[in-house]
Nanobody, 125 residues
């Protein structure tokens, strides 16, 4: 069983930056695809960004050009650098992982086997 732990959440003013990090308990092909999802109150859990072990990335249209996902398999981590934050970015952010990234990597939760507990990101106007 793979366990994921997020860190780095907090409050920031609109236009600011924040970096989230997710640590996996082990390295395995079961988590070759790593991703970030977010869920605002009363909303569905939506994909933000995903990255495959070969470096291929996937981004939701709403964050392209502002967020950057990266991974360091030596440290078993995946990070999300968030710049130019907007009020609509406010949500609980979840780390997710699964065996592979597909075209639905940021449009569906179906392919992910493991989830972190979530970390709150609040962007104030």
């Amino acid at each position: 069983q793979v366990q994921l732990r997020e860190s780095g959440g907090g409050s920031v003013q609109a236009g600011g930056s924040l970096t989230l990090s997710c640590l996996a308990s082990t390295h395995t092909v079961e988590i070759d695809c790593k991703a970030w999802f977010r869920q605002a109150p009363g909303k569905e859990r939506d994909g933000v960004a995903a990255i495959y072990h070969d470096g291929r990335t996937y981004y939701a249209d709403s964050v392209k050009g502002r967020f950057t996902i990266s991974r360091d398999d030596n440290e078993n981590t995946v990070s999300l650098q968030m710049n130019s934050l907007k009020a609509e970015d406010t949500a609980v952010y979840y780390c997710a992982a699964g065996p592979w990234c597909k075209s639905t990597a940021v449009t569906s939760t179906a392919g992910y086997s493991y989830w972190g507990q979530g970390t709150q990101v609040t962007v104030s106007s």
